[in-house]
């Protein structure tokens, strides 16, 4: 058993298929068990499973801060 992918709040991944937009790459802005995931072409939030997202994952583009910032990425900009 692989242990788990270390994703953190701001990565930019790289998705093997490409989202009905057309887009590839989509932007972590939620963590747990179920991971939010923003595209990066059309904005559209969709809520992944981990192991799911893991397998999914191409590239990891660019990585997020190491240390997450208190109350944020409890809910993607612009949602209440």
Known sequence: MQ???DFRIG???RL???HPCGGFEWRVYRLGADIGVKCTTCNRHVMIE?????R???KTLE???E?????EGINPPGIS
């Open 3 to 5: 242990a788990p992918v």
């Open 50 to 54: 981990r192991r799911v997202l893991e």
């Open 16 to 18: 093997r298929k490409p």
């Open 11 to 13: 990565d930019l991944l």
């Open 63 to 65: 990585r997020g801060n």
């Open 56 to 58: 999914r994952v191409k």
């Open 67 to 71: 240390t997450p910032i208190p109350g």
